[in-house]
């Protein structure tokens, strides 16, 4: 097996459950607004910062220049987080399927798992707590061997509040685990901007997950290093290497 150091997953979708309860979560947002919001919009920019999608839909509707754009942007985002953050705090939060057998087999390996994230650090802290995945991380997210990750980024530790498809979040957690060399990096994801971020920061495989918020079919239109249909499927990708 190539010298993996690192794989860097996605959160909803990948990681975590999601049946599309974060999209259904962005269109009441939006209908409570006033901002028109296509699902299938909303589904093309799943996995980016989300407050850069309300950015996005309303610079569509209204453009830049209006001098609302700002507050109905915020409008927008502050509501999105109301209803996204009482989801995640009273409904089921589940692991995603293989999840936990992953992360036990590449903690057997000495192969260090990073959480990254379109979401904001309030609503991943919820997340994190409510799969008790917190445990044993620092006040800056880091872990150790023991702790069920090592690292946990999101667009809140990034200037700018970048995320993807920038490589910085997965940069982020390589700085922060010591690991220099990209090409000891795995990224995955079920979002085409998931995949572009691994390209970005140069990994050596960026992988596509189907039973998530995209299926194959819409994957297959971006560049990737191959399409899992579950992360069970991850293990044997790597220990193929």
């Known amino acids: 097996m190539a010298k993996i150091e690192l794989v860097v997953c996605d959160m909803a979708g990948t990681t975590v459950q999601d049946n599309g309860e974060v999209q259904r979560c962005f269109l009441e947002a939006?209908?409570?607004?006033?901002?028109?919001?296509?699902?299938d919009k909303i589904r093309f920019m799943m996995g980016w910062s989300k407050k850069l999608v309300f950015q996005t839909l309303w610079q569509a509707q209204i453009g830049v220049e209006h001098p609302n754009y700002e507050t109905r942007v915020n409008a927008s985002f502050n509501q999105f987080k109301l209803i996204l953050e009482d989801y995640y705090r009273t409904q089921a939060v589940q692991p995603?399927?293989?999840?936990?057998?992953?992360?036990?087999w590449l903690k057997s390996q000495h192969i260090k798992i990073a959480l990254t994230t379109g979401f904001y650090r309030e609503v991943t802290n919820i997340i994190l707590e409510r799969l008790g995945w917190n445990q044993g991380l620092a006040a800056n997210y880091v872990g150790s061997a023991e702790s069920m990750i090592q690292v946990s980024v999101t667009p809140s530790e990034i200037y700018?509040?970048?995320?993807?498809?920038?490589?910085?979040?997965?940069?982020?957690a390589m700085y922060y685990l010591k690991i220099r060399d990209p090409k000891a990096v795995v990224n995955i994801?079920?979002?085409p901007s998931d995949i572009e971020s691994g390209y970005n920061a140069n990994c050596l495989l960026s992988f596509g997950i189907t039973n998530g918020s995209h299926t194959k079919e819409q994957l297959e239109a971006y560049p990737n290093d191959g399409?899992?249909?579950?992360?069970?499927?991850l293990k044997d990708r790597i220990a193929s290497l």
């Open 160 to 172: 700018a509040n970048e995320g993807r498809p920038a490589p910085f979040m997965i940069q982020k």
């Open 227 to 233: 399409l899992l249909a579950s992360l069970h499927e």
């Open 30 to 39: 939006a209908a409570a607004t006033g901002l028109q919001a296509d699902p």
């Open 96 to 104: 995603a399927e293989g999840c936990l057998e992953l992360f036990a």
């Open 189 to 191: 994801g079920d979002t």
